[in-house]
């Protein structure tokens, strides 16, 4: 039940690798230099918080990334390029207000197909 906004100083840390701060009430945006900020980052999970603005475009350069779960927040705006990031296995980004309601929202799923150890489970 943590609450408030992240501590800019956390954005030091840069061997972090997994960053969960899931199911709480945490506020603010999440940094434009994520990205950037945490070069090593495999884990990143802020799902079912009260984050707002949008997914950064520096997002791309966490080549590291295995699992990316933004869901269930206010986050706003289209889903940047993701076409660097071939080890991502786990992606969500439901429960947002994400896109524009026009053509090209959807774009960047044709961005996954680079994914090269993601999978397709089969629906029963």
Do not use: C
């Amino acid at each position: 039940m943590l609450s408030g906004t992240i501590p800019p100083s956390i954005y030091n840390i840069t061997a972090i690798v997994t960053l969960e701060l899931g199911i709480n009430q945490i506020q603010g945006s999440i940094p434009s230099d994520l990205g950037n900020a945490f070069p090593s980052l495999e884990d990143f999970s802020i799902m079912e918080n009260e984050f707002t603005g949008s997914i950064p475009l520096s997002i791309s350069n966490a080549t590291n990334l295995v699992s990316f779960n933004v869901g269930d927040n206010n986050l706003t705006g289209q889903v940047p390029n993701l076409r660097k990031l071939h080890n991502l296995m786990d992606f969500s980004i439901a429960l947002n207000h994400l896109g524009t309601g026009n053509q090209g929202d959807l774009s960047f799923v044709s961005d996954l197909i680079n994914a090269t150890r993601s999978w397709i489970s089969p629906s029963l």
